[in-house]
């Protein structure tokens, strides 16, 4: 059976001392600048995708439910009593665990509130920790279907993706985050399978955000189930870049499209690489690149849109997406809609 993988690298030469940092307050908030230079603080990140109108506006994704498929989660304090479910498709653990730190750092791009750190975001009126996620207050729930080399089948992929259905509406569930996939030469069947069950996922009411895949520059590498034609595909804005000196994957690793079927993917860009976010050692923070990084902030992004429009089906949300990027993929000489653009998607 084809093999799925998660769509990031990471660099671990940091995570002591990030962990260090967490418990040492007063050194943390002296060298916080430090770790800017090195890597893209959420803080930055936000800053890039534009939240300061929705986070005036009071959004946080307050009573929006995120699905997240991935390694697993710990109970870092960031996420406070938000997971509000964990189910293990690989060894049908009952207690929350991540052998990897994948599923962690993911999750904390999208919920965590930063409460690890102490720093606020300057020059605004409203105060967001410098690791918090795009929405610190949506709750997570956490479907492992990787182990902890990251890898996986499509049986666990689909058994997942039947649980979110089956179970949408018991958890007032509006987004999936997949930062897995597996490239297209799998098998045609197994691609068929989950190509459906994602689409009809789809349908049902729940805005699927795949990661693109790190295995561009070239044509027709976006990863499955990215290349799903309903699916939002999220691809890195910034890969063309060294995060900040450590070449951490290979210039241009987004995967891009368009696809066989001469879609147009990835859809929407953001940020992805060197991102600091929540680690699996419960408290301290790491950096990971990738467009596995990328896709939640997306889906964060969208927890704060479904907060302000909670009717909207995934359909009318993309459509906004398309409508509001900025700026658009002709003015960054990619393919696709262009950059997600918070304040615009909220208005």
């Not at 949506?138 to 039947?162: F, Q």
């Not at 929407?268 to 596995?292: E, M, N, R």
Request: a positive charge; glycine letters at 10%; aromatic letters at 8%.
């Amino acid at each position: 059976m084809p093999s799925v993988k998660h769509s990031s690298e990471y660099s671990e030469k940091f995570n002591i001392f990030l962990s260090f940092l967490a418990e040492n307050k007063f050194l943390h908030i002296i060298i916080w600048k430090f770790f800017d230079r090195m890597g893209e603080t959420m803080d930055r990140v936000k800053k890039m995708i534009h939240t300061d109108y929705a986070y005036r506006s009071g959004l946080s994704g307050q009573n929006v439910t995120v699905a997240v498929m991935d390694t697993g989660i710990v109970a870092h304090p960031d996420f406070e009593d938000r997971i509000i479910y964990f189910h293990d498709f690989c060894y049908g653990r009952k207690e929350m665990y991540d052998d990897n730190g994948h599923g962690t750092h993911v999750s904390g791009i999208i919920a965590g509130n930063g409460k690890m750190s102490e720093q606020y975001l300057k020059d605004t009126a409203h105060k967001v920790r410098i690791y918090s996620g795009v929405a610190p207050k949506c709750r997570i729930i956490m479907l492992k279907v990787l182990d902890e080399n990251g890898n996986g089948n499509t049986k666990k992929v689909l058994d997942a993706v039947m649980w979110v259905k089956e179970n949408r509406e018991r958890y007032h569930i509006k987004i999936l985050n997949i930062s897995v996939g597996m490239l297209p030469g799998a098998g045609v069947e197994e691609q068929r399978k989950l190509l459906y069950a994602i689409d009809e996922l789809w349908d049902a009411g729940i805005m699927v955000v795949a990661a693109a895949g790190n295995n561009g520059p070239k044509e027709n590498t976006v990863t499955i189930p990215g290349i799903s034609r309903k699916v939002l595909t999220v691809g890195s804005s910034d890969d063309d870049t060294y995060d900040r000196g450590r070449k951490v994957l290979k210039t241009g690793y987004s995967g891009r499209g368009p696809t066989a079927c001469c879609i147009v993917k990835p859809e929407i860009l953001a940020p992805g690489t060197g991102i600091t976010s929540c680690s699996k050692d419960k408290s301290g923070y790491q950096v990971k690149s990738g467009t596995s990084m990328a896709a939640p902030v997306v889906s964060g992004a969208l927890a704060l849109a479904f907060e302000k429009y909670p009717s909207f089906t995934p359909a009318e949300m993309k459509l906004r997406l398309y409508e509001r990027a900025y700026p658009r993929s002709a003015q960054l000489g990619r393919i696709g809609w262009g950059m997600i653009h918070v304040d615009h998607l909220v208005r």
